[in-house]
C-alpha cells in the first residue's frame, strides 16, 4: 500500500534534487515551462469537461486567489457550472502528489528518473517495442500530450500506447473518420441557438454539460427538443418529446426513423445526390425497419415514431442532431453514431447554421487528444501505415523519420489483453485513474497487478490506480501550468499557471523533457522546450490536413481572440479572421477522396450480456450531477461540491420493480452481478422503467459491476447494458 508522504510541501518553493531539475536550463533544457502571471487578473479556460469554458482567475501577488466566469469568452457567456467554480479549491487538497514514491517511499526526483529509465529501458531491450505502453489522458494540455506521444514512440521506442479518450470519445472519431473522411465535429455552440429541433441521443447536458444546455435555452426560435434515452433524464423531463427506448434499441430506431423518413418523402434528395455516397444501398437496408418492427424492438409506438419522423422531416428549416456517451459507449456505438450522421446527411442538415450530426466531446483536451496523442494516429491526424505521412511528420518535428513507428498502437482494451497475456509488463499512466473508471474493474486491477512495472504520473498520489502503482510521478494540475486545450466546438483555448504546484510536483511538460533528458534523448526533442515552441511544430505537423491551423500566431493571438476553431489555415486573406464562430461543411465537400460523405450501416445486434432468470435487471451506468467529475479525483476534494452531490452511493430502481421485490424507498440492497455485488441504498424514481436500473458512475465500486464488450471499430467500452439482480437486505 502507497501512502501520502507525512509533510505537505504546499507553496515549497526550495530547491530541488539536482541542479538538472532546479536549473533545467543549464542542461540545454530550457527553462520551467511557465512563470507566474503577474497581472490582477488573468484568463483561463476550465480543465474539466469538453465545454471550455473561459474564466477569469484573479490574482494577488501573482497568485490565483479566486475565479469567476468570463463575460467575454465565447463559448460561456459568463457562466460556468459548479466544478468550474471551484477549479482553484481542489488544487489545495491534502493527497496532493508532492513527491516521487518509489513503491510507497517518498524519493527525489534523480532517484526517480533513473528508476524510471532504467526499468522501462531493461523491458524494452529485453521484450522489444511491444512490451511497454503508455495510457495518456484528455486531461493534459495538447503540447504535453504530443510531448508525451512522441516521447514515448520516437524517443524511448514504445509501440503501444492509448488515452483514457477511448473510453469516451474513440467511437466518435471512428465514425466520423469513415462517414466524412476526417474526424471533423462540424458544428459552433451558436447552433444550440439556432436550430429549430434539436436531437439529443443518449445525452443528458443539463447535468453532463450544463453550459452547453445553457446554450439551448437562449435558443430563441422556439425550438422542438427530442431527447432519446431510456431514462428520463433532466434534458427529457424538458424535452417537448422523449423517447425512452429499451436499453440499446437506438440504432434500430434510427434505421427506423430513416425508413420514415424516405416513406414519407423528406429527402433533401439534392443534397444527397450532390453530397454522398452510397444512399442507393442504405436505403434498401432501412426498407426492413418497418414501424411494427421497430415498433416491437425500440417499445416505442408507431404514433410515436411517425410524429418523430414528421418532425424532422426535410423541409423542417433547422435540424441538430447531438450525441455523446449513451451513444459512444455502446456495443456497435460506431454504426449508431453513423446512423445519426446519416439522418443528417438524408435530411440536408449539415455545413448550414442550426444544423449538424454533432458529437459532444468529453473531456476538456479530448478533442486535442484526437489531433495529437500520437496514439492510434499519427501527428495531426495522419497515418502511421502512410510513408508519406511519416515523412512529412519527420519533416515537421525534426525527427528522423526511421524512428516513427510504421503501425498505430493496439487500443487501450488491447493494451491491457497483451498485459494479461504477458506480452505488455509495463504500462506508464498519466492522468488517468483505470483501477476505478475501466470496465468490469476486479479484471482491470488483477491484470495491473500482474504487471512488472507499473507508473502513475498524476496530481494525487490516493487514486485507486497510483495506490497500486511501483513508481508515483507528482504532476503539476490546471492552473499550474500552461498549454492548450481543444473544446468540442474545435476551439483552441489557451490556459495559463496562476499557482504553484505543491511540494515537488512538476508540469507534466517538464516531467517529460526530464526523461527525454534521462533517457537520452533530448536532442531529438531541441525544438520541443516550451509548451509554446511545440505549439509551432504541431501546426507544422497540421499543415494541409482539415485541421491546418498554421495560420495561427501563437499562445498569444489564441488568448486574444476568445480561442480560436480549426482550421485556421495560412492564408493570404486570413478568411477565418473574419468570424469567431465557423462550422464545417458550408460547401458541401467533405474530406473524403471525392469529397462526399459516405452512408455507413449494419445489422443491429444484440447486446452480448442479456437479461436471464438469474439477472433480470439491465444496469446503465453514468454522470450522477453536474458537481462530480468522473473518478472525482478532483471533484470530490471540495467541499461546496460535495454539498451538491448525494452522499452515498444510490441505485436507482423503478417503483413497480421495488413493489414486486419488497423494495422500500432508502433501504439498503445488494446488486449483484456475475462479476461481483455491492451494496447500497434505494432511490425508487420513475425515471427509470421497470426492468432496468441506473447507477452514477463515480463510486470506485460501481465497475465491478459492468459487463466488458466493446464496439468493434472503435474499441469503445459498453457502460450501458449490463445484466444484474437487485435482493433486499
Ligand atoms: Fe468547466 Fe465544463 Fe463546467 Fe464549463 S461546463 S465550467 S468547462 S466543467
Known amino acids: 500500500m502507497i501512502t501520502a508522504p507525512a509533510m505537505t510541501f504546499r507553496e515549497w518553493d526550495g530547491p530541488l534534487t539536482t541542479d538538472l531539475v532546479r536549473e533545467p536550463a543549464k542542461f540545454g533544457l530550457g527553462q520551467v515551462p511557465s512563470r507566474l502571471v503577474p497581472?490582477?487578473?488573468?484568463?483561463?479556460?476550465?480543465g474539466f469537461c469538453s465545454t471550455g469554458c473561459g474564466l477569469k482567475i484573479h490574482l494577488k501577488d501573482g497568485e490565483a486567489i479566486n475565479l469567476t466566469p468570463d463575460p467575454d469568452y465565447p463559448v460561456n457567456l459568463g457562466t460556468a457550472c459548479p466544478k468550474g467554480w471551484e477549479a482553484l479549491t481542489v488544487l489545495d487538497a491534502p493527497d496532493r502528489a508532492t513527491m516521487p514514491l518509489l513503491h510507497g517511499q517518498p524519493v527525489d526526483w534523480d532517484t526517480a528518473l533513473k528508476y524510471f529509465c532504467e526499468k522501462m529501458r531493461e523491458i524494452l531491450d529485453k521484450h522489444g517495442p511491444e512490451a511497454a505502453a503508455f495510457l495518456s489522458t484528455g486531461q493534459i494540455m495538447f503540447e504535453e500530450m504530443a510531448f508525451l506521444g512522441a516521447l514515448a514512440k520516437f524517443g524511448m521506442g514504445m509501440l503501444h500506447g492509448d488515452g483514457n479518450t477511448r473510453q469516451c470519445m474513440a467511437t466518435a472519431v471512428t465514425a466520423y473518420k469513415e462517414s466524412f473522411g476526417f474526424d471533423a465535429p462540424p458544428f459552433t455552440y451558436a447552433d444550440f441557438e439556432e436550430s429549430d429541433v434539436l436531437v439529443f441521443v443518449?445525452?443528458?447536458?443539463?447535468?453532463?454539460?450544463?453550459?452547453?444546455?445553457?446554450?439551448v435555452l437562449q435558443n430563441k426560435r422556439n425550438p422542438k427538443i427530442i431527447v432519446i434515452d431510456p431514462r428520463t433524464t433532466e434534458t427529457a423531463m424538458a424535452a417537448t418529446q422523449h423517447y425512452a427506448i429499451k436499453p440499446k434499441s437506438d440504432l434500430t430506431l434510427l434505421y427506423g426513423i430513416a425508413h420514415l423518413i424516405i416513406r414519407e418523402g423528406g429527402l433533401d434528395a439534392a443534397f444527397i445526390r450532390e453530397n454522398t455516397n452510397g444512399f442507393e444501398d442504405f436505403e434498401k437496408f432501412v426498407a426492413d425497419f418497418t414501424p411494427d418492427r421497430v415498433a416491437e424492438e425500440t417499445g416505442i409506438s408507431t404514433e410515436c415514431l411517425a410524429h418523430f419522423a414528421k418532425t424532422i422531416?426535410?423541409?423542417?428549416?433547422?435540424?441538430?442532431?447531438?450525441?455523446?456517451?449513451?451513444?459512444n459507449q455502446g456495443h456497435q456505438a460506431t454504426r449508431t453514431a453513423q446512423a445519426i450522421i446519416n439522418l443528417a446527411l438524408m435530411t440536408g442538415n449539415i455545413g448550414k447554421p442550426g444544423t449538424g450530426a454533432n458529437s459532444i466531446t468529453g473531456q476538456c483536451n479530448a478533442m486535442g487528444s484526437r489531433l495529437f496523442s500520437n496514439t492510434t494516429n499519427l501527428l495531426g491526424g495522419h497515418d502511421f501505415k502512410n510513408p508519406r505521412h511519416r515523412e512529412k511528420i519527420a519533416a515537421a518535428t525534426g525527427i528522423p523519420v526511421e524512428r516513427i513507428p510504421d503501425r498505430p498502437s493496439l487500443a487501450y482494451d488491447q493494451i491491457i489483453k497483451a498485459a494479461d497475456e504477458g506480452a505488455v509488463k509495463a504500462i506508464w499512466f498519466v492522468a488517468t485513474n483505470p483501477s476505478h473508471s475501466w470496465i468490469d474493474q476486479n479484471e482491470m486491477n488483477r491484470i495491473l497487478d500482474k504487471l512488472d512495472f507499473l507508473v502513475v504520473q498524476d496530481m494525487y498520489c490516493t487514486t485507486e490506480t497510483a495506490k497500486r502503482a511501483h513508481l508515483v510521478l507528482p504532476a503539476a494540475g490546471w492552473g499550474e501550468k500552461e498549454g492548450c486545450f481543444i473544446n468540442s466546438e474545435r476551439r483552441i483555448g489557451y490556459s495559463p499557471k496562476v499557482c504553484r504546484a505543491p511540494g515537488q510536483a512538476l508540469?507534466?511538460?517538464?516531467?517529460?523533457?526530464?526523461?527525454?533528458?534521462?533517457?537520452?534523448?533530448?536532442?531529438m526533442f531541441r525544438g520541443w522546450q516550451t509548451p509554446e515552441a511545440v505549439f509551432r511544430v504541431l501546426q507544422r505537423c497540421t499543415e494541409d490536413q482539415p485541421c491546418d491551423i498554421t495560420g495561427i500566431e501563437g499562445h498569444a493571438q489564441v488568448r486574444k481572440l476568445g480561442g480560436i476553431q480549426w482550421p485556421a489555415k495560412r492564408m493570404t486573406n486570413d478568411e477565418w479572421r473574419m468570424t469567431n464562430e465557423r462550422r464545417l461543411f458550408e460547401d458541401g465537400k467533405f474530406f473524403t477522396p471525392d469529397k462526399r460523405a459516405k452512408f455507413v450501416f449494419d445489422a443491429p445486434v444484440e447486446p452480448p450480456e442479456q437479461r436471464s432468470v438469474e439477472f433480470p435487471l439491465i444496469l446503465m451506468t453514468g454522470r450522477g450531477t453536474s458537481a462530480q467529475w468522473h473518478t472525482e479525483t478532483r471533484t470530490g476534494k471540495s467541499a461546496v461540491l460535495a454539498k451538491m452531490m448525494p452522499e452515498e452511493l444510490m441505485l436507482d430502481l423503478n417503483v413497480d420493480d421495488a413493489k414486486r421485490l419488497g423494495i422500500r424507498d432508502g433501504a439498503e440492497v445488494r446488486v449483484i452481478a456475475k462479476r461481483a455485488e455491492l451494496t447500497v441504498k434505494v432511490r425508487l424514481t420513475s425515471c427509470v422503467k421497470p426492468g432496468e436500473v441506473y447507477l452514477p458512475m463515480h463510486d470506485a465500486r460501481v465497475n465491478q459491476l459492468t459487463h466488458a464488450s466493446f464496439d468493434p471499430h472503435s474499441r469503445q467500452p459498453s457502460y450501458k447494458h449490463s445484466a444484474v439482480r437487485v435482493v433486499a437486505k
Open 39 to 46: 497581472d490582477a487578473t488573468t484568463k483561463a479556460i476550465c
Open 507 to 523: 508540469a507534466d511538460f517538464h516531467i517529460f523533457r526530464l526523461i527525454a533528458h534521462y533517457w537520452g534523448c533530448e536532442e
Open 313 to 327: 422531416i426535410a423541409g423542417t428549416p433547422r435540424v441538430s442532431f447531438w450525441w455523446t456517451m449513451g451513444v
Open 202 to 215: 443518449g445525452a443528458n447536458p443539463c447535468i453532463a454539460h450544463p453550459i452547453m444546455w445553457q446554450r
